[in-house]
């Protein structure tokens, strides 16, 4: 069935007897039956209900209900699962990985809701639809999608591809019914009780523009509350080719799914009919003045950032400014060129390289290998003392003959590692183009993100039907991805399909074989897939 907007939604089938009743007492009940003091097994009810919800065909007056009672819920299980990945230090520990995961599942499941629910409202009425109740749906929907955005930027994650491509379309139509700047009543809004599409559209647009990636840890989440006293003073326009906004910097493509960036970049390459401009010129002056008048908490957010507080430092403001007002721009050109060079990742990396350049390599790998050195001398006892020596008790009696001590297996494991590669190696990577101010480089050298890693296979227990599972290390490991496992010179191309356990210390994983041959071609582990699989992940929230 066509949709009105192009949303990209589920397709829905139609609700089954055992299908969750979405009759707006039945509803009520549930989320008051809810256990909202086990955040985790609310958490768990939330998403699951919010799944099945989105695969059948409802009422959309039902859905809407549904959703807007819910919402609340919703917030308070994902404000409670922050505290386990907002303000830990990264890399985040493989529980907080899948707590952040499930988080925005969340949301994303949310703003399925909602999309579907604005599909279903506008086919139901082609020739009219009620304005305010659209509006409403368009802005809860963008405001879903934004907290999916954040919760990837908080966790340096990858959003969902379709995410840029949805809030575009969503602007568009309330574009189009003039719904813009209609009063939308929302208490989950730090600032105010209301908002409206054009002010949470220019929010998500602004925290794009700061690189949010590249910003310290739990500065986003600071820089996204703050954004909301600032969404007035910035608007978008069409493209006027005959006479363009001097102000303009900034821009963006409605028809892709592209965030937005610098206006050159988009007005030359799409139709005008998609682009848009903003006009920044306001929010220049606002942020001078802030920083002049206001924000006096702090020169830096390098070291002691206050994440329990909504203002930014000076420091940070200062890198805003240059973010959203000035647009960077190319001072020398940029050439093609494809050749080779070595690259060395991290400063303890480039400094050994670099003195290999001066001293003999031996001297190199004893400067940096040889660590704190230590000597015993035996302690006397009483010859009448018959009582047993407490270190007995942990080492193995001096007399075993063939026994080789644990730290002889280190150091001669130790030995035999460092003579097969050294401690620091270079990387072959490829020059793409040159300019005066640097290379852009891609990586040639996949052998190094492709090694294998020794894991376990558990043979299939039947007494308590558990099928074959592999024992692996905590990272980087996740059900959805594929790997080739290796035994005995055969390759297999394995799926993982459901995390048993994780300790910390390593993980078990349910797999299927996908295909068997000598040789195949060995899949990325970088793998982003969403994961869905958050089985034993609510207890720990």
Known sequence: MARALGLSIPELTKAD????????????????SLP?????????????????????????????????ALR???????????????????PLPAKSEKIASASREIHYAMAIGYMIAIEDLLQSSLLF?????????IQRAISALGMVLLTSYQTFHLYPPGIWSALHKLYAAAEQRKLLQMSIVDEQHAYSAKTTINADYIRLFLLALTSPYRLRHGEVGKVFDVLARWVGKCRL??????????????GVDLSSDAPPRAASLVTDHCNHEFCRIMDSIALTNAIRKDIKHGFKTGDTTITGIEMTRSD???????????????????????NDKQENVQITLGLTATHQIIITGTRKLADVENLYSNTAQYHTDDVSRSINDTSPDVWDMIYFPTDTEGFESLEAQLERDQANQKAKKPLYQAETWLILNESARGYCIKTLDTTARHDYQRTLMLPELKAVNQPTTLITSTLPYRVGQQFVINILGKEILVKLTKQLQNTGLFSQFQFEITETQTAVQKPDPTNDEPDTDFDGVWNSI
């Open 17 to 32: 007897k055992d299908a969750f009743d979405l009759r707006p007492r039945k509803v009520d009940e549930w989320l008051n």
């Open 36 to 68: 909202r003091a086990n955040v985790g097994e609310t958490a768990r009810q939330v998403f699951e209900t919010l799944v099945e919800v989105n695969r059948y065909q409802y009422s959309y007056q039902h859905r809407i209900h549904f959703l807007e």
């Open 72 to 90: 609340e819920t919703a917030l308070y299980v994902t404000d409670s699962m922050k505290r386990h990945f907002v303000g830990v230090n990264a």
């Open 129 to 137: 639809s009620d304005h305010k109740l659209l509006a409403m749906l």
């Open 237 to 250: 326009n069409t493209v006027d080719t005959r006479d363009p906004a001097a102000s303009a910097k900034f």
């Open 312 to 334: 930014l430092s000076q420091e940070l403001m200062k890198r805003l400014l240059v973010a959203w007002c000035i647009v960077p721009r190319r001072s020398f050109p940029r």
